[in-house]
């Protein structure tokens, strides 16, 4: 074989920095605060500049036995009182720590408490909520019947009347200690599910569906404060300077209480391990679910009126609010049970994770600060010293297929007395299971400590801080973790070749190189080959190569194919061919770096041949475990001899003409054959057996009416690979 073209350029593999590479050691690093939060906290905190630090200590209260705790309040005594669900239980703990069952309610769920200056506690209950007055002993008197379905909201004023908010007519009742009511606001919205006063004794009450918060003056007058993009103003609450803080949702079906959905008449109630779903006219109500979308947004209003958002999580939903002592806001958050601290530069933490799904509630008396949880209903006080020992698990990493790890690292801020220790794990299930290796011996080794997990596809790290006796204030550094990282080499797999295909005959490839950011051509591109195996961040690869131009070349047959590799690993082809009825492969090039070939088919028989391509990712892998894969084409021809067409003597009749003729070919069937009368337009004709599909082919041609003179009468066959000869013979008509 001789004069065999290629008409190629060089397509760049390009690959964004963080795409998996077999040969080239990558690393997992996990430094920032949103890359800790995707593990879980056990007495851990994450600060806002990305640090594991030990957590303030959740100190255990107490265990109500229950599953929900939904509202929380403190009396003058320091008495807390816990309002459960589902079975309408009220407890009452004392500073002590020792818990009574204070009362049970008829209805399931206690939504709503208050206490007033005079230490007497208010409960409201539902669906078909009633609010009741419980004495010293506990005892429940029915003290106002809203008739609404649900009360959301309780509140005191300073002259310990009770503000009531309701759903789902969104009402907002005023009850006299002696238990007169009136209507104080009749709201457009359809539940009241905040309540809460401002420094200048004005009601704020967040809203639903509409997500507003509202001031409510005195003699009942509204003013929207703020018009909130969600659903629902949960939370509300204000500091000693009058600015308000509110969290505001977009959570239907997964909080609960106050989040809402699509009106239902009927009332169903079930309880289930998956959470307890309550449908109550429009309410619906659940708690151990997670609502497949979450939206959290927590704000901060000036006392000039100016909106300034403080927080926002897809992922979260808000319960509660409280400013603290020292100016920090808490946001109690599910569904992983976490308190957020905000502090005054709006530096955010994640102060502390409940082994509950849920902090639903957050008190504070003389610097003591209580959580309340559901899933389970637990109660705890959170400690202003660190937890003695906590522990983090971080994510599962998926490597994408079977994995050789190489050294762990971490970075510590300071080092404590007793350092902390990093364990790993491994295994082939996207959630850690007993199929899973056990938890290595720990690391001790900050820097390169090679890794003792075997081979897998998933990867999990741990860190256990210990009970270092040099703990001291809660926002101390000591054994800070800043950074740990883990490298990993992915077993080698096999190239992939999914498509070949064969261009028409004349279209060939011209090149179009890609530049990178700083205008040039990328590294690894012409006389910059030894750059290819370096990392593609070192590379500087910037613009992804433009697809080639087509041209038309008289003779050129192209070949291009797909292909990709599991690993990301560069590849390289090489490209063989054969005629039909042949065995061997012939090469045509080795050491391709773009998808595609162009062959000089005029150098080649008439014929029908299969290409064959070959992907190896050779450039990426040393030579003993590189691999390959193959694919072959479909049989395509080609045919460089054009047709013969030849013309037997006409039979002429008057002014009709017959003309018979004939069409061969050698590499490939007659396509088609037309004539044309002096010069004018062209016209098929079919051959005589009715198809053209042969290599030779019978045509008659019939014209009419043809005026007396002479006429120039062009034939002209076509074959299937486009080659063309056209004739013509002359008729002469009397």
């Known amino acids: 074989m001789k004069n065999i073209c290629f008409l190629g350029l060089v397509a760049f593999l390009l690959f964004s920095e963080g795409l998996l590479q077999a040969t080239r050691p990558a690393r997992w690093t996990t430094s920032t605060q949103a890359q800790f939060l995707e593990g879980e906290l056990q007495g851990v905190s994450v600060t806002s500049d990305g640090r594991l630090i030990l957590a303030p200590a959740l100190q255990p209260v107490t265990d109500t036995g229950e599953a929900y705790i939904y509202a929380a309040v403190m009396d003058g005594g320091g008495n807390l009182y816990l309002g459960s669900g589902n079975n309408g239980k009220i407890f009452r703990v004392t500073p002590a720590g020792e818990q009574t069952l204070w009362t049970t309610l008829e209805q399931p769920g206690v939504y709503a408490l208050a206490v007033d200056s005079q230490n007497r506690v208010y409960a409201a209950n539902g669906p078909d909520a009633k609010v009741y007055r419980l004495d010293s002993q506990g005892q429940p008197e029915l003290f106002f019947d809203p008739h609404q379905k649900y009360v959301w909201s309780?509140?005191?004023?300073?002259?310990?009347?009770?503000l009531v908010g309701t759903g789902p007519e969104g009402v907002i009742y005023k009850v006299t200690p002696e238990g007169q009511s009136q209507v104080f606001y009749d709201s457009k919205e359809s539940h009241i599910v905040a309540l809460e006063w401002d420094l200048d004794g004005n009601l704020l009450a967040g809203t639903e569906p509409g997500g507003l918060l509202l001031r409510i003056a005195g003699d009942g007058s509204p003013f929207v404060l703020y018009d909130s993009p969600l659903r629902e103003v949960k939370a509300i609450t204000v500091d000693r300077y009058g600015n308000i803080y509110f969290a505001a949702l977009d959570t239907p079906g997964s909080l609960p209480q106050g989040s809402l959905s699509a009106d239902t008449p009927e009332m169903s109630l079930t309880d289930s391990t998956e959470g307890t779903n309550i449908n109550?006219?429009?309410?619906?109500?659940?708690?151990?679910?997670?609502?497949?979308a979450k939206t959290l947004e927590v704000y901060k209003l000036d006392r000039e009126n100016l909106v300034e958002k403080l927080y926002s999580s897809k992922d979260q939903v808000g319960f509660d609010l409280l400013v603290r002592s020292n100016?920090?806001?808490?946001?109690?958050?599910?569904?992983?049970?976490?308190?957020?601290?905000?502090?005054?530069?709006k530096l955010l933490t994640h102060l502390a994770q409940a082994s509950q799904e849920q902090v639903t509630q957050l008190l504070e008396r003389n610097g003591e600060i209580y959580v309340a949880t559901s899933n389970l209903g637990h109660l705890f006080q959170l400690k202003s010293q660190p937890s003695e020992t906590g522990s983090y698990e971080s994510k599962v990493f998926d490597a994408g297929m079977l994995t050789r790890w190489g050294m762990i690292e971490w970075q510590i801020r300071e080092s404590g007395t007793s350092p902390v220790k990093v364990f790993t794990r491994s295994g082939n299930t996207e959630v850690p299971d007993e199929t899973w290796n056990d938890w290595s011996d720990p690391y001790t080794e900050a820097k390169e400590s090679h890794v003792t997990s075997p081979p897998a596809r998933f990867l999990q790290w741990r860190i256990d801080f210990p009970d270092d006796q040099g703990r001291g204030a809660l926002s101390t550094l000591r054994n800070a973790v800043e950074l740990v990282t883990v490298s990993y080499i992915q077993h080698n797999m096999a190239p992939q070749l999914t498509s070949i295909m064969v261009l028409p005959p004349g279209v060939a490839f011209a090149p179009s190189l890609a530049v990178n950011q700083s205008g040039g051509v990328p590294p690894g591109g012409p006389n910059q080959a030894h750059?290819?195996?370096?990392?593609?961040?070192?590379?500087g690869l910037g613009t992804p190569a433009l697809?080639?131009?087509k041209l038309y070349i008289p003779g050129a047959r192209t070949i291009s194919w797909s292909a990709s590799d599991p690993n990301g690993d560069d590849l390289s082809y090489s490209t063989y061919y054969r005629g039909q009825k042949e065995t061997t492969w012939k090469p045509l090039k080795k050491g391709l770096s773009e998808a595609y070939y162009t062959v000089d088919g005029v150098s080649l028989p008439d014929g029908t041949y299969q290409v064959k391509?070959?992907?190896?990712?050779?450039?990426?892998?040393?030579?003993?475990?590189a691999r390959e894969n193959e694919l072959i084409s479909k049989p395509f021809v080609i045919a460089n001899s054009t047709p013969a067409v030849t013309l037997k003597p006409p039979d002429i009749e008057g002014d009709r003409v017959s003309l018979p003729f004939t069409g061969q070919t050698k590499g490939s069937p007659v396509h088609q054959a037309e004539y044309s009368v002096n010069a004018g337009d062209w016209h098929l004709v079919f051959p005589e057996d009715g198809i053209a599909d042969g290599t030779s082919e019978s045509f008659t041609l019939s014209l009419d009416e043809l005026q007396p003179g002479e006429h120039d009468v062009a034939v002209r066959v076509v074959d299937s690979i486009g080659n063309i000869t056209t004739t013509k013979t002359r008729v002469l008509i009397r």
């Open 154 to 162: 309780l509140s005191v004023d300073t002259a310990n009347n009770l």
């Open 280 to 292: 109550a006219g429009t309410v619906t109500v659940t708690i151990g679910g997670v609502s497949s």
């Open 327 to 345: 100016g920090d806001l808490l946001v109690a958050t599910g569904n992983r049970g976490r308190i957020i601290s905000i502090d005054p530069r």
């Open 531 to 539: 750059l290819r195996s370096l990392p593609p961040s070192v590379r």
């Open 547 to 549: 697809p080639p131009r």
């Open 613 to 625: 391509v070959v992907a190896t990712d050779a450039p990426s892998n040393p030579t003993n475990q």
